[in-house]
């Protein structure tokens, strides 16, 4: 069995809406899945595995609301809400009002990174996932409004569970698991496989 080592990346602030993405899509793109969620400080965890040859992967992504637990796989009431594709090797979770906004004032707290200069948001998304390392060592991390890591093996579809407060209004989103892992896969799946990983 491979080791997990739970890493705890920090909060962000959740206003809205959410929006659970590679950061490289637009807003409205098909891969994307937005909710309303519950405003406040979220938390973010995530599960990295060591896969051998492949090195440490992330394996699961969980941002949760900080007045709720929901940090891990094992409770029952996390249901499929849809599943996220990536084209970059990294997936987020972000506030709706600072998503593709190269306005926003929160991006200027992050480095750059030496791709897409045009694209402000886009760009220091990747420094998260690449730091000055080029991600030999960086998972990802969170900043002001939001969270974005590396995603497993790269690129590919990725199923995303929720868990929704009925109490709320509009039983409104409190966690998000992203599964960047199947159930049964492990690093002999990818061995013959031709993934672009980042």
Not at 7 to 32: H, M, Q, R
Not at 51 to 59: F, L, P, T
Not at 70 to 85: Q, V
Not at 119 to 142: A, H, I, P, Q, S
Request: glycine share 10%; charged share 30%; hydrophobic share 30%.
């Amino acid at each position: 069995m491979n080791k997990i080592e739970k890493i705890e990346l920090g909060t962000f602030k959740v206003k809205d809406k959410i929006v659970i993405s590679d950061p490289c899509y637009d807003k409205t793109n098909g891969f994307n899945i937005i909710k309303k969620a519950k405003e406040g400080t979220w938390k973010a965890l995530i599960e990295v595995s060591n896969e051998g040859n492949w090195g440490k992967r992330v394996k699961n992504l969980f941002v949760c609301n900080d007045e709720y637990d929901f940090l891990d796989s094992e409770t029952t009431e996390w249901e499929l809400i849809g599943s996220c594709g990536v084209d970059s090797g990294q997936l987020g979770v972000f506030a709706e009002e600072i998503y593709k906004n190269n306005n926003a004032k929160c991006l200027d707290n992050i480095q750059e990174a030496g791709i897409c200069k045009d694209d402000k948001f886009y760009n220091r998304m990747c420094f998260l996932t690449l730091g000055n390392d080029e991600g030999n060592n960086t998972f990802g991390g969170v900043f002001e409004k939001g969270v974005n890591v590396s995603s497993g093996f790269g690129d590919g579809q990725y199923n995303v569970y929720g868990i929704f407060d009925t109490h709320e209004p509009n039983h409104k989103l409190i966690a998000v698991w992203v599964s960047f892992f199947g159930e049964d896969e492990d690093e002999e799946d990818y061995e013959d496989e031709d993934y672009n990983v980042e």
